[in-house]
Every structure is written in structure tokens, then in C-alpha cells.
């Protein structure tokens, strides 16, 4: 299929080409620009987008003179190194609305970044309408990390399926996070017969794995959750709970499972509590993503991706891998963007005075985990993502400037073999990029020039981490 998108004169045609090629990789796309036009082929239209992309990369970048634009001559041949490409948003901490997720989306499909991770339920808040049980939201959805009392904020499942619809158009999947059985607050403040208490610092912070009406509560959340998000794919969280299972170890109902199910520990608790939610993921035919704390649990491994973010526990990985799990890379440093990218920033997390620069992102390479990520378990790895969580993220100006230009290093990061990448020439390139940003009225940060664009520093930032 041969598309022209300019037609006034020969050498001003465009086209789009789908290419059926045995083995061609999906996302694989060629790409030809010389004096009797331009070419964009694929094996399937998600390559041909990357394509667009591509060009429109070349094309923001070109000069203009006179409202005309002139392009060099280009042949790539491009496919990307690896298959997940993703950006994690937490909303439930502080809520952004709808046309700011889709300028993310805008941003990570100009990056051909393809998968979107929703953190929507945490301690602070709730962010999902669940039709069965509307006080998740109507109560849940009351505060957030820095005010308890603010009114309710969260997505109607009319704005949840606007902004599925907005980004599978980019080519982006869409993947949802309802955390448990920890940081479970906001959701037990709405329907607390559910709750499994907490601890003194986090109170009310799990579901109880002791009654078996949780699991047929959550799990009617799931089935609708499910719906709504047409990837199959749903992130249980599954992280932390230590935080707050204290009371576990008085809860009538927890003991009574401990000794029918003959669980030694309150960690065996936790591990049957996500068996049993896994199970009913499996029911709906969608896929069980997790954080690492689950790779010691019993979960099906054709089934199930592990997100391995502790960077200080590499034996997790090693462990995931070992069981056969496909992982998901996004370790603290550098894919943590809550962590200060400056060593003169003031506001966000570091890890004993480490952090998360940009030449960090960018130069990520499996290579770094040698005897963990081998030539035999390699194809394991399913990709990258960076985290975006917002405790000390309560605007959009902030957002931006812990999001761009770090974005567009995870872009590399993900794309590029680590053989082709070149901090140097990266940081060149990036000076077009900036000025993109500027014409967007981003506030970003400016690795190049760190004064010209002072630290955003929003409150709330003092407020433990949860």
C-alpha cells in the first residue's frame, strides 16, 4: 500500500509502504529521503509509525526559510534493541488529569516509547472510578500526599477508555497498576471491612489476606478493571508490604489462614494473598506484572513479568531469571526520575549521595550485570521503563522538569544497541531537542546549561516516602 501525502510536485511525495517480510520485526522500519522524495517502509503499521516519527524528528529539527523546510538525504534501516520501551506516571500521590497524560503520551510516541504504566492506587488516593464499588473513588479519591482534605480526583471509566483509545492511536499500550496487598489505604478508607490493618507509621496500609470476601472484593475489581484496559495486562504492585502488615500478627483472620493454609510466616501470607489474586488474573486470561518482591512466590511463568526496581538487590534479578520470569528493567538508578538528575538539586531522592543523571539513563546497558544477564537468559530481559513517582512532584512545571530531557535518554537507552551510543554526540543532538521544549513551553532541565533553568522545587517534598 503506497500512500502519497503530497502530491503538488514529485519530489515533495511521501510514502507509506507496508512490506509483508517473513521474520520482519513489527516495529522494524526503513526509512529514505533523497531529491524524488520520501519513503517510509514496514512489515506492519506499527513500524511505518516509527517511521512517521522518525521523520518528524528530522523534520522539527530542519531549518526554515520562507515557511519551507529542507531535509538532507537520509536511508535508515532502524528496529529497535528492545521490546519494552516504558514510562511509569503515579498518580495517586498527586493527580495530573487527563490532557497531561496525553502530552506524555504525545512525548513518548515522538520517542517511540510503547508502553505506558499507570500507577492509579496507593496509600494517598485512588484515581479509578470502579462502578461496583463507588466510594473506591467518591472516598478513596479524597487527598493526596501533601493534603488529606483536597476533593475527590480520579478518571471517570469514560476518561479511562479516552485515553486507552488516545494512545493505542500512538501505538502505546496502556497498563494499570492496583497496588496490593499493600499501600492499600485509600482504598480502605472507602470500604474498611476489607482492611488488614497496618503499622504505627502506616496504618490501615494492607488488604486482609485473612478473609476470603477480600479476594472476591478485588477480584470484581479486577474483572472490571480488566475491561477498561484492553492490553491484558495488569500490574498488582505486590511491593513494600513489610511496611505494613504488623497487625497480621494479631488479626484474628490472618492467624485462623496461617494455621488452615499451614503458612510459617507473615511472608508466606503474602505470597499466598498474590497467588490467589494471580489466579484470578490468570481467570481473565491477562497477565500478572509485579514488582520483585514476588519472585520468591509460586506465580506461572509464562504468564507473569517482574519489574525489577531495587538496584541494591541484584540477587532479585538473578533470581527472576533463574525461574524463567520475563523482567522488566527499571532499577532505582538511574530509571528512578524522582531522584535528583544534578548534583546541585536540592529536591527528590538520592541513594547514599547517588542519583539519577542523564548520562547514567543514558548509557544503561545489560552489560553492567555480568553473571546475572547472560548470553543464555538475555532474551529474558523484555526491556526498560523509568518511574516517575511523585512525592516531591505536586505541579506540571516540576513534572516536566524531572521528566525532559531524561525522556529522551531512555528513548536511547531503549532503542539503541549500547555499541552505537555516544554520550557525547547524544548531548550535541540533544541541544535541538531543548529548543523542541522551549517551543513547547516546557520547563525542562538544561544539562547543557544548569543555571539557565533554576531547580522547581514544589512542597510537600519533606513527607516520608510511602
Keep these: 500500500m503506497t500512500i502519497p501525502i503530497l502530491t503538488r510536485q514529485a519530489k515533495n511525495t511521501i510514502s507509506l509502504e507496508l512490506k509483508k517480510a517473513k521474520n520482519a520485526r513489527p516495529e522494524a522500519y526503513y526509512l529514505a529521503i533523497n531529491a524524488s522524495g520520501?519513503?517510509?517502509?514496514?512489515?506492519?503499521?506499527?513500524?511505518?509509525?516509527?517511521?512517521?516519527?522518525?521523520?518528524?524528528?528530522l523534520i522539527r529539527q530542519a531549518p526554515v526559510q520562507a515557511k519551507n523546510i529542507t531535509l538532507s538525504g537520509w536511508e535508515i534501516t532502524d528496529a529497535p534493541a528492545l521490546a519494552w520501551r516504558g514510562v511509569m506516571l503515579?498518580?495517586?500521590?498527586?493527580?495530573?488529569?487527563?490532557?497531561?497524560?496525553?502530552?506524555?503520551?504525545?512525548?513518548?510516541?515522538?520517542?517511540?516509547?510503547?508502553?505506558?504504566?499507570?500507577?492509579?492506587?496507593?496509600?494517598?488516593?485512588?484515581?479509578?472510578?470502579?462502578?461496583?464499588?463507588?466510594?473506591?473513588?467518591?472516598?478513596?479519591?479524597?487527598?493526596?500526599?501533601?493534603?488529606?482534605?483536597v476533593p475527590a480526583q480520579y478518571y471517570t471509566q469514560e476518561d479511562i477508555k479516552e485515553i486507552v483509545s488516545y494512545a493505542a492511536e500512538r501505538f502505546i499500550e496502556v497498563i494499570p497498576e492496583i497496588d496490593m496487598p499493600g499501600h492499600a489505604a485509600a482504598a480502605n478508607r472507602a470500604y474498611p471491612e476489607f482492611s488488614g490493618g497496618g503499622s504505627e507509621r502506616y496504618p490501615e496500609f494492607t488488604f486482609n489476606p485473612g478473609k476470603e470476601e477480600t479476594y472476591g472484593y478485588l477480584t470484581r475489581i479486577l474483572k472490571e478493571v480488566d475491561?477498561?484496559?484492553?492490553?491484558?495486562?495488569?500490574?498488582?504492585?505486590?511491593?513494600?508490604?513489610?511496611?505494613?502488615?504488623?497487625?497480621?500478627?494479631?488479626?484474628q483472620a490472618v492467624q485462623q489462614l496461617m494455621q488452615a493454609q499451614k503458612l510459617p510466616d507473615l511472608k508466606a501470607v503474602?505470597?499466598?494473598?498474590?497467588?490467589?489474586?494471580?489466579?484470578?488474573?490468570?481467570?481473565?486470561?491477562?497477565?500478572?506484572?509485579?514488582?520483585?518482591?514476588?519472585?520468591?512466590?509460586?506465580?506461572?511463568?509464562?504468564?507473569?513479568?517482574?519489574?525489577?526496581?531495587?538496584?541494591?538487590?541484584?540477587?532479585?534479578?538473578?533470581?527472576?531469571?533463574?525461574?524463567?520470569?520475563?523482567?522488566?528493567?527499571?532499577?532505582?538508578?538511574?530509571?528512578?526520575?524522582?531522584?535528583?538528575?544534578?548534583?546541585?538539586?536540592?529536591?527528590?531522592?538520592?541513594?547514599?549521595?547517588?542519583?539519577?543523571?542523564?548520562?547514567?539513563?543514558?548509557?544503561?546497558?545489560?552489560?553492567?550485570?555480568p553473571g546475572i544477564i547472560t548470553e543464555k537468559n538475555k532474551n529474558l530481559v523484555a526491556g526498560i521503563q523509568a518511574a516517575l513517582w511523585t512525592e516531591t512532584i505536586s505541579s506540571k512545571k516540576r513534572l516536566e522538569f524531572m521528566l525532559f530531557p531524561r525522556i529522551s535518554a531512555l528513548a536511547e537507552a531503549a532503542w539503541t544497541p549500547p555499541g552505537s551510543r555516544n554520550f557525547g554526540t547524544f548531548k550535541t543532538r540533544l541541544t535541538k531537542h531543548l529548543e523542541l521544549y522551549r517551543q513547547q513551553d516546557i520547563y525542562f532541565y538544561n544539562p547543557l546549561q544548569p543555571a539557565s533553568r533554576p531547580e522547581v522545587i514544589d512542597i510537600f517534598e519533606n513527607k516520608p516516602i510511602e
Design 38 to 57: 520520501t519513503q517510509i517502509s514496514a512489515a506492519a503499521p506499527h513500524g511505518v509509525f516509527n517511521g512517521v516519527n522518525s521523520l518528524l524528528q
Design 90 to 149: 503515579d498518580e495517586s500521590r498527586f493527580f495530573f488529569g487527563k490532557e497531561t497524560v496525553k502530552e506524555i503520551l504525545d512525548w513518548m510516541a515522538f520517542y517511540k516509547l510503547n508502553r505506558f504504566h499507570w500507577h492509579l492506587t496507593d496509600t494517598p488516593g485512588w484515581r479509578l472510578e470502579i462502578k461496583s464499588y463507588p466510594r473506591l473513588a467518591l472516598v478513596g479519591g479524597v487527598g493526596n500526599h501533601g493534603n488529606p482534605d
Design 227 to 251: 475491561v477498561l484496559f484492553p492490553a491484558k495486562k495488569i500490574h498488582l504492585g505486590g511491593d513494600e508490604v513489610h511496611f505494613g502488615n504488623k497487625q497480621w500478627q494479631t488479626n
Design 270 to 369: 503474602e505470597f499466598y494473598f498474590i497467588q490467589r489474586m494471580t489466579d484470578s488474573l490468570s481467570k481473565l486470561n491477562s497477565k500478572i506484572l509485579a514488582w520483585d518482591e514476588v519472585v520468591s512466590a509460586a506465580l506461572p511463568v509464562k504468564n507473569t513479568i517482574i519489574f525489577w526496581w531495587r538496584h541494591d538487590q541484584p540477587q532479585q534479578l538473578k533470581l527472576a531469571l533463574e525461574k524463567g520470569y520475563q523482567t522488566v528493567l527499571c532499577p532505582r538508578i538511574p530509571f528512578y526520575l524522582d531522584f535528583v538528575q544534578d548534583s546541585s538539586h536540592f529536591s527528590g531522592r538520592r541513594w547514599k549521595g547517588d542519583y539519577s543523571s542523564l548520562e547514567k539513563l543514558y548509557n544503561f546497558s545489560t552489560a553492567a550485570f
